[in-house]
T-cell receptor, first 112, second 112 residues
Framework: TQLLEQSPQFLSIQEGENLTVYCNSS?????LQWYRQEPGEGPVLLVT?????EVKKLKRLTFQFGDARKDSSLHITAAQPGDTGLYLC????????????FGGGTRLMVKP | KAGVTQTPRYLIKTRGQQVTLSCSPI?????VSWYQQTPGQGLQFLFE???????NKGNFPGRFSGRQFSNSRSEMNVSTLELGDSALYLC???????????FGPGTRLTVL
């Protein structure tokens, strides 16, 4: 069974601070995705990383895929209250794109 | 373009009953995946259907079943409900392959 460990589980910070969320596994994934979920809604895809060592930027969010494709990180610069939500990493377990293994999630609260 | 819709949004059942949840994918999407989300276990993959055939199955008991119709709409059924089946059930649709999955808002099932 492929598992994804996310840390931290909870994070409460002030507006303007930086933060990093980690997603680690002992297994290799063909690709890794990051989602954000808000209360009452399903997860929304933020980014997909597929190449070891890959770095992708989405405005103030920076995503990195580890060289060995076993871990990933999400860094948010100058967090804003609108960034509040549940952040989930998910790995593609069978390289088919439709059977995702999710991490436990990081619940982020950004206070104004 | 309408998103993924799930009905009903909320459901309350008692132990021993059975329940059927419905998912209408985005028009043109042929793959529908189902996930269970609980505070303790997080998001876990249930099964995936593509063109009316189950392609992948997660590690859930046989009480959990599903099907897909020719118009790609999907249903999942849980028989002999247990208290531990209380969860948010999410479905996601995609074109298939490595294409992005789009999640619906989920059905919140409470088993009393």
């Amino acid at each position: 069974t492929q598992l994804l460990e996310q840390s931290p589980q909870f994070l409460s910070i002030q507006e303007g601070e930086n933060l990093t969320v980690y997603c680690n596994s002992s297994s290799v994934f063909s690709s890794l995705q990051w989602y954000r979920q808000e209360p009452g809604e399903g997860p929304v895809l933020l980014v997909t990383v597929v190449t070891g060592g890959e770095v992708k930027k989405l405005k103030r969010l920076t995503f990195q895929f580890g060289d060995a494709r076993k871990d990933s990180s999400l860094h948010i610069t100058a967090a804003q209250p609108g960034d509040t939500g549940l952040y989930l990493c998910a790995g593609d377990a069978n390289n088919a794109g439709n059977m995702l293994t999710f991490g436990g999630g990081t619940r982020l609260m950004v206070k104004p | 373009k309408a998103g993924v819709t799930q009905t009903p949004r909320y459901l309350i059942k008692t132990r021993g009953q059975q329940v059927t949840l419905s998912c209408s994918p985005i028009s043109g999407h042929r793959s529908v995946s189902w996930y269970q989300q609980t505070p303790g276990q997080g998001l876990q993959f249930l099964f995936e259907y593509f063109s009316e055939t189950q392609r992948n199955k997660g590690n859930f008991p046989g009480r959990f079943s599903g099907r897909q119709f020719s118009n790609s709409r999907s249903e999942m059924n849980v028989s002999t409900l247990e208290l531990g089946d209380s969860a948010l059930y999410l479905c996601a649709s995609s074109l298939g392959g490595l294409n992005e999955q789009f999640f619906g808002p989920g059905t919140r099932l409470t088993v009393l």
